[in-house]
């Protein structure tokens, strides 16, 4: 991976809310939310939040172009199904 190329997800991988590019004016809390259809679908609506440090499992990916890319996610801790913006998501150590 070249430097400052996106991380690219794949289905499985297990994934950490990390928030460190969000805007601060946008959401002053450290919260992402969590969308019902990708951003390609006609009014997608906010359906959950999910916290920083917060553990998912990524069910599914959409990859818009070579820089953008959307996860269906998983949260056992909030029981939430729904679609996130994988910039905002980091891997999980081993």
């Known amino acids: 991976m070249k ?3 996106p991380v690219r997800f794949r289905k499985g991988n297990l994934a ?4 460190r590019d969000r805007p ?4 002053p809390d450290d919260l992402l ?3 019902s ?5 006609k009014a997608p609506r906010v359906i959950g939040h999910l916290n920083k440090n917060d553990v998912i499992l990524i069910t599914s990916v959409l990859n818009i172009d070579q ?10 801790l909030n029981g939430t199904i ?3 913006n994988s910039k ?7």
């Open 3 to 5: 430097p400052g190329q």
């Open 16 to 19: 950490v809310v990390s928030l």
């Open 24 to 27: 601060v004016q946008i959401m």
């Open 33 to 35: 939310a969590v969308w």
């Open 37 to 41: 259809e990708p951003p390609n679908v």
């Open 67 to 76: 820089h953008l890319q959307y996860s269906r996610i998983f949260s056992s």
């Open 82 to 84: 729904g679609w996130v």
């Open 88 to 94: 905002f998501l980091r891997k999980v150590q081993k």
